[in-house]
């Protein structure tokens, strides 16, 4: 059973940073894919950033250039370093592990292919 746990959430001011953190436990050898979700209330579920489990890492549009996704296989930890931060990034944060354990590229992987998601954790970006 994959368990995530994420951390590093919190507030923060227009323009600031946050680094999130996710920990995987269960199937610890999984080469699926992982990455970050966000729902705003109101909103539906958008992702943030995925990577596979060749290091291959995706971004939506509107966050390359600030956010970096990263990991710590041995850790088994990913990792999401948020800068410069817009009001409109508040929201929930979720991290997520694929339904499939195997290796795939996911770069056009959406919610729905996602089966393990953590508790998430909220970031609240203040103008």
Do not use: I, N
Not at 12 to 34: A, D, E, I, N, P
Not at 52 to 78: I, M, N
Not at 108 to 126: E, L, R
């Amino acid at each position: 059973q994959v368990q995530l746990v994420e951390s590093g959430g919190g507030s923060v001011q227009s323009g600031g940073s946050l680094r999130l953190s996710c920990t995987l436990s269960g199937y610890t050898y999984s080469k699926g894919c992982m990455g970050w979700f966000r729902q705003a209330p109101g909103k539906e579920r958008e992702k943030v950033a995925l990577v596979d489990s060749e290091g291959t890492t995706t971004y939506a549009d509107s966050v390359k250039g600030r956010f970096t996704l990263s990991k710590d296989s041995a850790k088994r930890t990913l990792y999401l370093q948020m800068g410069s931060l817009k009001p409109d990034e508040t929201a929930m944060y979720y991290c997520a592990h694929s339904w499939w354990f195997f290796r795939q590229r996911c770069e056009t992987s959406g919610p729905g292919d996602f089966g393990y998601w953590g508790q998430g954790t909220q970031v609240t970006v203040s103008s």
